[in-house]
């Protein structure tokens, strides 16, 4: 395992109404197809781009999917600090850089931010981030698991074993997530993750600003998703 060393202080306090989700689980448990579900509900909710040295998927376009890089501009970043978090996961390496956070805070139609990451940056990113919502997608069976890694067909049958057997390692860490969300039929794992996210919005933490302006000015004025 390698993960990085000299990370930057915290983006942001831990009272701060900006949401930011963690979502992560084993490779083929529908994360990807799960974060497009929430993108489209929660248009507000911004995805970050990570950076990685893995080479494009042919559906993949650089800059929208991934910041694709080769390992000596990566390494650089690590250097100059420009991660939130990075590790090196399946033989690759990938990473968070600062300037997504700080780009989707200044965003005034952006409200959160959903970081798809692995077990190992989700651990550095709540080290640094207390407030950040961490949820972990299973599999219903390592059986469907390994159906669904085959049938996304965008891997070579090493990439699959490799990730296939990685699975469990990631599986053995779900103790660095509050939430477990089991991707069984997509529809109703959708609906679970939608919950979290509103009722994340409502924590008293995010929204402290509300009770204090009706406190101040007898009125909470809307604000959007903010307050749905
Ligand atoms: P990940 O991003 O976690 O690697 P993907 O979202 O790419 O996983 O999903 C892997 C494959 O499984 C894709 O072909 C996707 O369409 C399929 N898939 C995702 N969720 C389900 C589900 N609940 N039932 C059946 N197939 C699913
Ligand atoms: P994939 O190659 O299938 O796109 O991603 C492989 C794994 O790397 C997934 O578990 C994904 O969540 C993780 N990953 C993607 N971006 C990052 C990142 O910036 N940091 C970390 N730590 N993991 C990432």
Redesign the pocket.
């Known amino acids: 395992m390698n993960v990085g060393m000299s990370l930057p202080p915290p983006a942001s306090s831990s009272s701060s109404p900006f949401l930011m989700l963690i979502l992560s689980?084993p490779?083929?448990?529908?994360?990807?197809?799960?974060t497009r579900m929430i993108q489209q509900r929660f248009p507000e909710l911004r995805f970050s781009v990570s950076h990685t040295t893995r080479a494009p998927r042919s559906n993949e376009v650089d800059g929208v999917h991934y910041h694709f890089t080769d390992h000596e501009s990566f390494r650089e970043k690590v250097k100059g600090g420009s991660f939130l978090e990075w590790a090196e996961v399946h033989g690759n390496y990938y990473g968070t850089s600062m300037t997504e956070i700080i780009r989707a805070e200044q965003d005034p139609a952006c409200s959160g931010i959903i970081f798809d990451i692995d077990f190992q940056g989700a651990r550095q990113i709540r080290a640094r981030i207390p407030d950040v919502v961490p949820i972990f997608?299973l599999p219903p069976s390592m059986a469907e698991l390994e159906r669904?890694?085959r049938?996304?067909g965008s891997e070579s049958e090493e990439a699959i074993a490799r990730r296939f057997s990685g699975a469990k390692r990631e599986i053995a860490n779900y103790a660095l997530f509050d939430y477990l969300v089991v991707?069984?039929?997509?529809d109703r794992?959708f609906e679970t993750l939608s919950s979290i996210i509103v009722a994340e919005r409502s924590r008293r933490s995010r929204r402290a600003g509300l009770a204090e302006s009706l406190l101040r000015h007898d009125v909470i004025v809307p604000d959007g998703e903010a307050t749905a």
Do not use: P
């Open positions: 689980s490779s083929g448990a529908g994360k990807t197809t799960l997608i669904r890694l049938g996304r991707n069984d039929q997509i794992a």
